[in-house]
């Protein structure tokens, strides 16, 4: 009789899987940043609004650096023409903001242009690091505004102006903050102190998803945020999140977290860009954390986590009348496959993914990509 084996067998290998991941892995780690466009760019948008024509937020100036720091900035100027006829123009100055009245002027959403000049003062009488940690601090209760788009565009004009000061990327920063502090909007949800007891993965496991008489359809995304009213348990379970440890470790590990979210919800064309932003929240907040105060970075995991979570409440409920998720292999040069798709999620979200596998070499970064492909049309350019 033959004794039982004692060690699993491997299982049959895939070649072409593991060339398919070989090569985007590899094309991953040799990307490197380009930003000899950007400021050509930024000066493109530099007159432009927050708001598109369809009244959605305006991703160009988040895209565009995106493209940059994937090493894709040549194809910046043709990605903007492509997307101009949707631009609105930011609009004249009026009177000029008091600065000792900024608690009551967040969040009016009339006076873009005024913040805009009020920033771009601020940044030029102090070093722009100041400026950002002091406004950091003051608005990242409203993490989540605009569908935390504002502060998406916040880390990607931070991160342009750490790689490189210039006058046009102040100013790009400036419209950041201004956005930012223009469209502010915390969450629905009453604040309760960090309770500190559980992992990410444990606390998610605890969140209430939204009943189906509430849970919101594909519309904004706003509109699935103003339904956490109806969570009555969200900001108790989210309370229990344990936020030590060293800032960048916590970070990856939330990272993973979100993309699992990614992976398990992301199904249709829709709920690939809603759990797109649970991704690229926590890149940005990452990003803005190694720039601010470990206290305010600390601040910004939370708030990245508060997000995904609530994401994770709102949406899940329509994700899962979907079928499961597309299994897929990640394309080849995927970096310059985002910037021929061309859609502003699949841009921005690649180039989060690739800088979380450039860090750790995990394979769930190169699954995101290629379910975000294999789910996300490209757009329509006739």
Request: net charge negative.
């Amino acid at each position: 009789m033959t004794a039982p084996l004692d060690i699993a067998l491997p299982a049959p290998r895939n070649w072409h899987a593991d060339r398919a991941l070989s090569q985007a892995a590899g094309s991953l780690l040799k990307a490197r940043p380009d930003y000899r466009q950007l400021d050509a760019a930024l000066t493109r948008l530099d007159a432009v609004s927050p708001a598109l024509t369809n009244g959605f937020y305006n991703h160009a100036p988040m895209a565009v650096e995106a493209l940059c720091s994937m090493g894709q900035g040549d194809e910046a100027p043709a990605w903007l023409e492509a997307q101009a006829d949707s631009f609105t123009l930011a609009g004249p100055e009026g009177a000029p903001l008091d600065p000792d009245d900024w608690r009551a002027l967040i969040g009016g959403r009339t006076r873009y242009p005024e913040w805009r000049a009020f920033f771009r003062d601020e940044l030029k009488d102090r070093p722009w690091r100041e400026v950002l940690s002091l406004w950091v601090h003051r608005l990242v209760d409203g993490f989540s505004s605009s569908a935390c788009h504002a502060i998406l565009q916040t880390a990607h004009m931070a991160r342009a102006l750490h790689a490189h000061e210039t006058p046009v990327r102040l100013n790009a920063l400036a419209n950041a903050l201004a956005a930012w502090a223009d469209r502010y909007s915390p969450l629905p949800v009453e604040p309760r102190p960090n309770q500190g007891v559980l992992d990410f993965h444990a606390t998610l496991s605890w969140i209430t998803l939204l009943p189906e008489a509430h849970a919101p359809g594909e519309g904004a995304i706003t509109a699935g945020y103003a339904q956490l009213v109806h969570a009555d348990d969200f900001a108790e379970v989210t309370s229990l999140v344990d936020l030590s440890g060293a800032l960048e470790l916590r970070f990856d590990a939330l990272m993973q977290e979100m993309t699992r979210l990614f992976i398990a919800y992301a199904r249709t064309p829709y709920t690939v860009i809603v759990f797109t932003h649970a991704v690229t929240a926590t890149a940005a907040a990452r990003t803005l954390s190694t720039l601010v105060p470990d206290a305010l970075g600390r601040r910004l995991l939370f708030r990245a986590f508060e997000h995904g979570a609530a994401l994770m409440a709102a949406f899940t409920p329509l994700a899962l009348q979907a079928p499961d998720p597309i299994r897929a292999l990640p394309p080849n040069y995927p970096a310059y496959r985002a910037a021929r798709h061309g859609d502003d999620h699949i841009i921005k979200l690649t180039e989060a993914l690739l800088r979380a596998y450039q860090r750790s070499h995990n394979p769930i970064y190169l699954d995101a990509i290629a379910q975000a492909f294999a789910v996300l049309p490209a757009p329509d350019r006739d």
